[in-house]
């Protein structure tokens, strides 16, 4: 299989680019968002195999400030901001000449990156992937609030002792800090792909830390107050909404996008947590194919 790499000039600075595919196929790509904000591609490469599965681009990319991208770890909390991401995937879409059709899929915080795309209703967007991702981060909060609480006693004792005293590199916050992640984040050992991204993160984690916190569910970042959930009418793509059984992302935090999207399905899948592509790939795979291939001709007109 094709696969082209290469740099979008941004602002001055690179976006780093991976096309698994050919883009003149005559269906429009995929392009998938990462998470974190900060966590590098690597652990979404198991959509790549969409390119053969499909016959279509399959496009990943590395954020500003992280992976192959331009870093820029002197930037402060006002440079890490939402938008600057919108505007970036922005700039990627014409780069790459795919304005005019594609399909998105964001996993974790790409999924509401590609929420803020989608609410300005971009012509070219075929069809919308949003995949364990909140509507709301108070609602992320409130729900990592609770999935802490049936922690061990002396895990929450330990998380609560470092937070409080700011200390969360020690290693034993990080050791506490993975058994949440085993629980929610990923319930298998962590795949090759998966185990990259944590280590360039931990690399560089300047946008992890500005725009999140030091954890999953220590949330203290810029985005702490950011939701979506009163402009979800606006989304006019045909939207598919993943999440896992046992995932970070519970229904609570889900559940405004099925309630605010007019066309939209949920699907669950019952042995995953956070990565439902790495955790049950054939099935999650296999459930995209089919959505986006729905959608690969424009929408009628009205009328």
Not at 43 to 64: K, M, S
Not at 132 to 141: E, G, R, V
Not at 213 to 224: A, N
């Amino acid at each position: 299989m094709l696969i082209t790499e290469g740099e979008a000039d941004f602002r001055g600075w690179k976006t780093w680019y991976r096309i698994t595919g050919a883009l003149d196929s005559d269906k429009p790509p995929l392009v998938c968002l990462h998470g974190g904000p900060g966590v590098p591609h690597n652990y979404l490469l198991r959509y790549a195999d969409l390119a053969e599965r499909t016959g279509r681009a399959v496009i990943h990319y590395d954020q500003l400030g992280c992976g192959r991208s331009t870093h820029l770890p002197d930037r402060g909390a006002d440079f890490w901001q939402v938008p600057l991401f919108v505007e970036e995937l922005d700039n990627l879409l014409r780069h790459l000449g795919i304005a005019g059709a594609y399909h998105l899929l964001g996993q974790s915080w790409g999924g509401m990156l590609a929420a803020e795309h989608a609410v300005r209703r971009p012509a070219g967007l075929r069809s919308l992937v949003i995949s364990n991702s909140p509507a709301s981060m108070a609602l992320w909060l409130q729900e990592a609030g609770r999935l802490r609480e049936a922690l061990p006693p002396e895990v929450q004792a330990t998380l609560l002792l470092h937070e409080a005293a700011g200390t969360t590199a020690d290693p034993a916050y990080e050791a506490a800090m993975m058994v949440f992640y085993e629980r929610h984040v990923c319930r298998i050992p962590f795949p090759p792909e998966v185990a990259a991204s944590f280590a360039l993160l931990a690399e560089d984690p300047t946008v992890y830390h500005t725009m999140n916190g030091p954890s999953e569910f220590h949330c203290i970042g810029t985005i702490k107050t950011w939701s979506i959930i009163d402009r979800l009418g606006a989304i006019a793509a045909p939207t598919l909404l993943i999440s896992g059984r046992h995932d970070e992302a519970t229904p609570a935090v889900v559940q405004p996008y099925q309630d605010g999207i007019a066309d939209v399905r949920w699907l669950i899948f019952e042995e995953s947590s956070h990565l439902p592509h790495v955790e049950e790939p054939e099935q999650c795979l296999a459930a995209v194919a089919d959505f986006i291939a729905a959608y690969d001709a424009p929408a009628a007109s009205p009328g």
